[in-house]
């Protein structure tokens, strides 16, 4: 990925999944996705529609960062 990132209130809680090319790109039936603009419920609906560019950060790993 090239510095690629999500918004740090989406970050908190979904992670990319082998993700290539710019931020803004057109998934088909998932529409054009821009990670720069991502919300925390468009990635929620996402993951539930079963977008595989993008899932769910483990609740385990979300509890040990917020200790850091």
Known sequence: M???QLPP???EKFELVNWTGGARQVFGH???I??????VGHATELVQR???KLK???K???KE???D
């Open 2 to 4: 090239k510095n690629i």
């Open 9 to 11: 209130d989406v970050a």
């Open 30 to 32: 998932f529409g054009t």
């Open 34 to 39: 821009d990670l720069r603009t991502l919300t």
């Open 50 to 52: 079963g977008f595989s």
């Open 56 to 58: 769910r950060k483990a």
């Open 60 to 62: 385990k790993a979300r």
């Open 65 to 67: 960062q917020e200790q």
